[in-house]
């Protein structure tokens, strides 16, 4: 089991998306040993409630609840908000997980946007703007997301004019756009948030790990990452900065930051462009029809 290494988050409340493989899963596991209210999303019922039961026989907690939902769908981003929202609760961390790489050929959401980009970064806008005003309410609170030094895969800055990959498609360098996007938008909602109460960071595992994030692309990558698995980080090694930033107290108050493991690499210049970021920002308002006053 990952050590949380955090003060008890016993009366506190988690949401984590993603949250029945892989990083989600294990980071779900790790905090629930610190005694929150979990919320986990996720696509697929039965993998759900399997996971709540792993859960409560590992840990202890019972305290788990689940909010179905395809957060490649925005109808279903913002149905799973309303969910949480009417049940009153507080929300003391939001962890961003969810993501996948897409498919050989280019797919589109339902709502007519590249499905890697509307999954891996338009959800992660979407939701946690739905869920901040709670946030905010429940300040010191923290948003956590899950990004990957993928972003590394986009040569130069943010493709503004192909970032749906309409005219050049390759699923792993969607992939990286879809990644780099998550740490602009990560200091962008920083910066926008300074002094709430509410920080946000991002995190990714320092190497591949052993998940099966990227198993939809074709035959040849499930087979390929199957026989790489037994080289790659497990997924409770590559949760540790993910549930680092959820729940340490010795980041309490940090925002805007990006980390690599336990570690705080330097980004390159196309990740720490505020131009790019708050140019995205006004995208993803528009793409999703949400948005959120700039700071004063």
């Known amino acids: 089991m990952v050590d949380a290494g955090g003060l008890p988050l016993a009366g506190k409340v988690v949401m984590i998306t993603g949250a029945t493989s892989g990083i989600g899963r ?10 929150p209210r979990l919320y986990l999303v996720a696509r697929n019922s039965a993998r759900a409630d399997a996971t709540v039961r792993e859960l409560a026989a590992a840990t202890g907690n019972r305290d788990v609840h689940i909010l179905l939902g395809d957060l490649s769908a925005q109808s279903d981003v913002r149905r799973v908000a309303s969910e949480f929202l009417a049940r009153g609760d507080p929300l003391h961390v939001l962890c961003n997980n969810a993501g996948a790489v897409g498919r050989l050929r280019r797919q589109e959401s ?9 999954l891996n970064h338009l959800a992660y806008f979407l939701l946690t703007l739905l869920l901040l005003p709670r946030l905010r309410e429940s300040a010191p609170a923290r948003v956590v997301n899950v990004a990957s030094d993928a972003y590394k895969d986009v040569k130069g800055r943010f493709p503004f004019d192909d970032y749906q990959a309409a005219r050049k498609y390759a ?8 990644k780099l996007a998550n740490i602009l938008f990560t200091r962008e909602l920083a910066r926008r948030l300074d002094g709430s109460g509410v920080t946000v960071n991002a995190a990714t595992p320092p190497r591949l790990t052993g998940t099966r994030f ?18 790659a980080l497990s997924p409770r090694k590559g949760a540790r900065p993910v549930v ?13 930051t990006y980390w690599s493991g336990m570690t705080r690499p330097a980004l390159r210049d196309a990740a720490t462009n505020d131009d790019d970021a708050r140019r995205l920002w006004d995208l993803s308002a528009a793409l999703t029809g949400v948005d959120l006053q700039p700071p004063r």
């Not at 294990?26 to 005694?35: D, I, K, P, Q, Y």
């Not at 699923?171 to 879809?178: A, D, H, K, L, T």
Request: glycine share 10%; net charge negative.
């Open 26 to 35: 294990e980071t779900a596991r790790a905090l629930a040993v610190l005694g």
């Open 110 to 118: 339902v709502d007519g946007i590249e499905a890697t980009f509307a």
């Open 171 to 178: 699923p792993i360098r969607q992939y990286g756009v879809s």
């Open 214 to 231: 990227a198993h939809n692309v074709h035959a040849g990558a499930k087979i390929a990452l199957t026989l790489w698995r037994p080289f």
């Open 244 to 256: 680092h930033l959820c729940s340490s107290p010795e980041v309490e108050g940090e925002t805007g």
